[in-house]
C-alpha cells in the first residue's frame, strides 16, 4: 500500500590466561562458560474484583494461561472470569488488563454475576456503544455513548458481557464480530441480547480489609510484562508518556476508521512506524506487518501523525 555481570577478572599471572570468575578451564587451558544464570521469576498478585483474599500468579504466557492460573488459585473455573482490571477492583475500562502487565501491578478478575435478557428498539443506526473483548472469547461493553439507544436503556451497564444476540451465542467472537452484528441489525425493529453482569462486592458481603488495602496499591514498576498471542512473553520498559499517548490515539482512530478498538494492534502499528522516515516506508512497513488488513490512505496518514507527534515529544 506505499503512497507515491560478569564478574571481576583475576590478576594476571604469567602461567594462566586471564579468566572470568565463575569460568572454569578444560584441559588444554581454555575457558569453559559456566552454568547459565538462572530464569528470572515473575510473580503477581491477585484477587477476585468481588472480594477474596490474595493469592499468587507466575508462569504464564497468555491471557489464558493467566486465567487458568488465577482459576486455579480460587478454584473456580477459567470461563468463569469475565476479564481483569489493574490495581482497581472497579469495573473502569481505563484499567483493563490488556497485553501488558506492570511488574507490580495487582490483577483483579471479574467473574460471571447476575444474567440477564433485555430487549432493546434500535431506533437509529448507531447503538451508541463500543464493545471490547477479553482476548479468550468473551465480548463485553466498554463504553456507552451519552443519550445513545444503549444509554436510554438503565439495565445495560458497562462492564456487561454479551453472550448472544436474538437468540445466537456470540461466545467465542471477536469485539468486531460483534459490534458488525449488532449493527447489521435493522433499524426501528427490536432485538434481544442476553448479557452477564460481573459479579459485584455485595454479592458475597463486604469485602475484606486485607482486600481494601491491596486495592489502594497502584502499580509503580518501571517495567511490564507484554503478553503475546504467539510466542513466549517478554518483560519489557513501561512506555514513554508520549508513546502511551500515541497508542491510545491510534486506538482511537482505529475506531474511527475502523469500528473497533485493539491496544495491541494499536502497538504493532505504533511500532512499525516509530522509526520509519516518511509515510511511504510507514506504508511499506505496515503491509509486510499487516498485509491482511485493508487501511485506507486517510487513516494511515493520521496514523503516521499520531507517530511523529509521539517523537517529537
Known amino acids: 500500500m506505499p503512497l507515491g555481570l560478569r564478574g571481576k577478572k583475576k590478576k594476571k599471572s604469567k602461567e594462566?590466561?586471564?579468566?572470568?570468575?565463575?569460568?572454569?578451564?578444560?584441559?588444554?587451558?581454555?575457558?569453559?562458560?559456566?552454568?547459565?544464570?538462572?530464569?528470572?521469576?515473575?510473580?503477581?498478585?491477585?484477587?477476585?474484583?468481588?472480594?477474596?483474599?490474595?493469592g499468587r500468579v507466575e508462569d504464564f504466557s497468555s491471557i489464558q494461561e493467566l486465567y487458568a492460573k488465577i482459576a486455579g488459585v480460587f478454584e473456580i473455573s477459567p470461563s468463569e472470569i469475565l476479564y481483569c482490571t489493574l490495581n482497581t477492583p472497579k469495573v473502569d475500562m481505563e484499567r483493563l488488563l490488556g497485553g501488558q502487565i506492570g511488574l507490580q501491578d495487582l490483577i483483579f478478575a471479574h467473574v460471571k454475576g447476575i444474567k440477564k435478557e433485555v430487549n432493546v428498539y434500535k431506533s437509529d443506526d448507531s447503538l451508541g456503544l463500543t464493545i471490547t473483548d477479553n482476548g479468550v472469547g468473551y465480548a463485553f461493553i466498554k463504553r456507552i455513548k451519552d443519550g445513545g439507544t444503549i444509554d436510554s436503556v438503565k439495565t445495560i451497564c458497562v462492564g456487561d458481557h454479551i453472550e448472544s444476540i436474538n437468540g445466537e451465542s456470540v461466545v467465542g467472537k471477536r469485539h468486531y464480530d460483534v459490534a458488525k452484528k449488532l449493527k447489521e441489525l435493522k433499524k426501528e425493529e427490536l432485538f434481544t441480547m442476553k448479557l452477564v453482569e460481573p459479579k459485584k462486592e455485595f454479592d458475597i458481603g463486604p469485602r475484606s480489609k486485607a482486600g481494601k488495602s491491596s486495592a489502594e496499591k497502584v502499580g509503580t514498576g518501571r517495567?511490564?510484562?507484554?503478553?503475546?498471542?504467539?510466542?513466549?512473553?517478554?518483560?519489557?520498559?513501561?512506555?514513554s508518556e508520549a508513546k502511551a499517548k500515541a497508542i491510545e490515539k491510534i486506538d482511537d482512530l482505529l475506531e474511527l476508521y475502523m469500528g473497533i478498538r485493539d491496544i495491541d494492534l494499536a502497538t504493532t502499528m505504533f511500532e512499525a512506524g516509530?522509526?520509519?522516515?516518511?509515510?511511504?516506508?510507514?506504508?511499506?512497513?505496515?503491509?509486510?506487518?499487516?498485509?491482511?488488513?485493508?487501511?485506507?490512505?486517510?487513516?494511515?496518514?493520521?496514523?503516521?501523525?499520531?507517530?511523529?507527534?509521539?517523537r517529537r515529544g
Not at 517495567?223 to 512506555?239: D, N, Q
Not at 512497513?285 to 496514523?303: H, S, W
Open 16 to 54: 594462566t590466561a586471564p579468566l572470568v570468575e565463575g569460568e572454569q578451564t578444560d584441559a588444554g587451558g581454555g575457558s569453559v562458560p559456566g552454568p547459565p544464570a538462572p530464569a528470572r521469576r515473575l510473580v503477581f498478585h491477585t484477587q477476585l474484583a468481588h472480594g477474596s483474599p490474595t
Open 223 to 239: 517495567e511490564t510484562l507484554r503478553l503475546r498471542s504467539k510466542g513466549p512473553a517478554t518483560v519489557e520498559e513501561v512506555p
Open 274 to 310: 516509530k522509526d520509519k522516515g516518511n509515510p511511504d516506508e510507514f506504508c511499506t512497513a505496515l503491509n509486510e506487518t499487516l498485509g491482511d488488513f485493508a487501511f485506507p490512505d486517510e487513516f494511515v496518514f493520521d496514523l503516521w501523525g499520531a507517530i511523529g507527534d509521539a
